[in-house]
């Protein structure tokens, strides 16, 4: 397996779509920089804590979408191109294959982000602006929750589509999905059906980009203000601190459960 991950990783460094998303995220940081958004201040962040603020909503809005548009072909596009036989038909387990194929896109996609963001961190502590390490901390381990959620999601997807095509449309369809149900369907639908506030927002919160949303707010604005009403029940249901646990572990548990099952159907079924 670590063979395989080592292979992936080896042919990812070649490819120019992997130096692209890195750029991307290393010119943002640099950007907000030259652009002087570490001297500006919203609701008592300043400095660097300002800068991982709005690191940390960009993120959330592209490295969603990346995750699952890149890594859905991950078996499917194998499968099509006949790849995929030509492993298996060397001393490499089912189970071996398919975890390769998981932890190489983890780190593939995580370490770029969690670089521009360290990046961000030296750079000030070169600077004498004082660094939030508690804030780099927390944000870390959430992008380390965002990238597993997703990658899990995707693999399974990837496991169970018969086409590449099929996979990206599917994947699509569910971004799609989980941006409306971030507020648009969810108003729409306690307006219509006057529907109990509590479940709506309890159904809301299912949601792993709601999460996430809520979860980046939450040292922004600890009285979580933006949010209206809904931050009310939220804070009574669960102190700030389990909730900060909560937006961690729960992606967590859905990438990873995600990828179990893919994992089993990829071992039971002859998909090659």
Known sequence: MISLATLELRQS??????????LLFGSFVAMMFAFGITESQIIGFV????????????TM????????????????????????????????????????????????????????LLGAAIWGAITSIDVPWGLFAY?????????????GIAMYISTRAKTQNMAVSTVFILWLVLVAFLDLI?????????????????????NP??????????LFDPKLTVMGPASYYILDTMSRLWFIVFAIAY???IGIGSAFLGSRYFKRNDII
């Open 13 to 22: 460094l070649r490819s120019p779509a992997f130096w692209g998303y890195s």
């Open 47 to 58: 400095g660097l804590s300002r800068l991982m603020v709005t690191f940390m909503q960009v």
């Open 61 to 116: 809005v592209i490295l969603p979408i990346y995750i699952l548009i890149s890594t859905v072909r991950a078996v499917v596009g194998d499968r099509e191109s006949n790849v995929m036989e030509y492993i298996l038909s060397l001393p490499i387990s089912f189970s071996g294959y398919y975890w390769a194929k998981f932890w190489s896109r983890f780190i593939e996609i995580f370490i770029p982000v969690f670089i521009a």
């Open 139 to 151: 944000y870390s381990l959430l992008l380390i929750a965002m990238v597993v959620c997703f990658v």
């Open 186 to 206: 969810l108003m729409g639908l306690m307006l219509k059906t006057r529907m109990d506030p509590h479940a709506i927002i309890f159904v809301g919160m299912i």
């Open 209 to 218: 980009l709601q999460v996430f949303r809520t979860a980046t707010l939450a």
């Open 251 to 253: 992606p967590i548990l």
